[in-house]
T-cell receptor, first 110, second 117 residues
Framework: AQRVTQPEKLLSVFKGAPVELKCNYS??????LFWYVQYSRQRLQLLLR??SRESIKGFTADLNKGETSFHLKKPFAQEEDSAMYYC????????????FGTGTRLKVLA | GAGVSQSPSNKVTEKGKDVELRCDPI?????LYWYRQSLGQGLEFLIY????????KSGLPSDRFSAERTGGSVSTLTIQRTQQEDSAVYLC???????????????FGPGTRLTVT
C-alpha cells in the first residue's frame, strides 16, 4: 500500500538553528507531494507543494525521487514555526485520494 | 468570506448509536473530502466528492460509514452503530474545481471531535 512516512513524532530545535522535517513516500511513479501545517488552535493549511518549487515562510522542500523523499527544510528556525507538520502525497493523476503522514510536531525553543 | 465549517464541533455518543457529521464547504468549491484523524495517527482519507458524486469511496472503513452530498454543497458523514474505535477527529476539506480536475489546495474545516463511550 502507498504510504507516507514521517519518522519523527517530535522535533525540538533552538531558535536560529536549522530544521529538517523528514518525509518519505512509497509510490514509485510521479506523485505530487505537499506539506501541510497546523499551528496551535488553527486549521490545517497548505504550506507548499513540490511542483511550485517555492519558498514559503522560509521553508523549502525538494523532491528526491531516488530516495523517495520530500524533506522540509528551513535554515533558521523561528519560534512561530512551532506547529504540527504533515507531509502528503497525491499518488497519480486521476485520483484525489491524498495520503498523509502521521505528522511531526516541531518545537522551536527560545 | 467564510471558510469550511463543520458541525457539531464536539459529539459524545453511546456505543451503538448513529451519528451524523455535517460539512459546509467554501461556496463554489466543487470538491469535498472527508478525513479521519485518530489519536497518534495521520489523516486517514475516507471519501471525496466531485460535485455530488463520490468517485472514490475506498477509504470508508466499513459499511457502517456512509456519506452523501446534495446540491453540490453540504455533505453529511453518517456513522451507524458507532463503536469505540470510531472515536476520532473527523475533518472535512474542500477544493475548487477546475473543469474536470480539482485544484490541489485543500481548505480544511475545524473538525468534529467524536467520542464514543
Amino acid at each position: 500500500a502507498q504510504r507516507v512516512t514521517q519518522p519523527e513524532k517530535l522535533l525540538s530545535v533552538f531558535k536560529g538553528a536549522p530544521v529538517e522535517l523528514k518525509c518519505n513516500y512509497s509510490y514509485s511513479g510521479s506523485p505530487e507531494l505537499f506539506w501541510y501545517v497546523q499551528y496551535s488552535r488553527q486549521r490545517l493549511q497548505l504550506l507548499l507543494r513540490h511542483i511550485s518549487r517555492e519558498s514559503i515562510k522560509g521553508f523549502t522542500a525538494d523532491l528526491n525521487k531516488g530516495e523517495t523523499s520530500f524533506h522540509l527544510k528551513k535554515p533558521f528556525a523561528q519560534e512561530e514555526d512551532s506547529a504540527m507538520y504533515y507531509c502528503a502525497q497525491k499518488p497519480y493523476s486521476g485520483t484525489y485520494k491524498y495520503i498523509f503522514g502521521t505528522g511531526t510536531r516541531l518545537k522551536v525553543l527560545a | 468570506g467564510a471558510g469550511v465549517s463543520q458541525s457539531p464541533s464536539n459529539k459524545v455518543t453511546e456505543k451503538g448509536k448513529d451519528v451524523e457529521l455535517r460539512c459546509d464547504p467554501i461556496s463554489g468549491h466543487t470538491a469535498l473530502y472527508w478525513y479521519r484523524q485518530s489519536l497518534g495517527q495521520g489523516l486517514e482519507f475516507l471519501i471525496y466528492f466531485q460535485g455530488n458524486s463520490a468517485p472514490d469511496k475506498s477509504g470508508l472503513p466499513s459499511d457502517r460509514f456512509s456519506a452523501e452530498r446534495t446540491g453540490g454543497s453540504v455533505s453529511t458523514l453518517t456513522i451507524q452503530r458507532t463503536q469505540q474505535e470510531d472515536s476520532a477527529v473527523y475533518l472535512c476539506a474542500s477544493s475548487l474545481g477546475l473543469g474536470d480536475r480539482i485544484s490541489y489546495e485543500q481548505y480544511f474545516g475545524p473538525g468534529t471531535r467524536l467520542t464514543v463511550t
